[in-house]
């Protein structure tokens, strides 16, 4: 079973994935019209271009669906993360977490943010995360999946 803080630092993991993804997609789509314009102004000598743009767009489909298959694994993920901070009952807790592991914003901008230290606040961070920890054990007894772990 992982801890909490392994748990929702998944969220930010899958984040990052699809960020990249989507980078080498946005790279890919730049090549192809490169291509496409290269392609178009040269005379017709034969079809290795066409090959070559025809490749690129196998291989830019291909992320394209893997990226959709990331986008949906975060969708869900962050949903089922979500129900696990609703249920602590806890808004300020809550919120804390929210702004640390779904906007990642950092425990120093947090502090100044509410006008309190960052001592304070990563105090209340630490609390917080020790209700997730307990929210998760009581979900493994339970038998539910926190499926922390199954994400890659």
């Not at 980078?23 to 102004?41: G, H, N, P, V």
């Not at 767009?57 to 990226?67: A, S």
């Not at 995360?129 to 929210?135: E, G, H, K």
């Amino acid at each position: 079973m992982c801890n909490a803080e392994e748990y929702l630092g998944k969220i930010e993991v899958l984040d990052t994935q699809i960020n990249d993804r989507w980078e080498d997609l946005q790279r890919l789509y730049a090549m192809r019209t490169k291509m496409t314009t290269i392609f178009s102004m040269a005379p017709a000598a034969g079809s290795g271009s066409k090959s070559k743009i025809e490749d690129l767009t196998i291989k830019i489909t291909e992320i394209e669906v893997e990226l959709n298959q990331k986008i949906d694994k975060f969708i869900d993920y962050k949903a089922e993360v979500t129900r696990v901070i609703e249920a602590l009952n806890n808004a300020e807790q809550s919120t804390l977490l929210r702004k640390v592991y779904f906007k990642y914003i950092e425990i120093e901008d947090i502090a100044y943010e509410m006008g309190l230290s960052t001592k304070t606040i990563q105090s209340r961070l630490d609390e917080a995360l020790q209700a997730v920890d307990a929210l998760l054990h009581n979900r493994k007894e339970s038998g539910v999946d926190n499926a922390c772990c199954i994400v890659s």
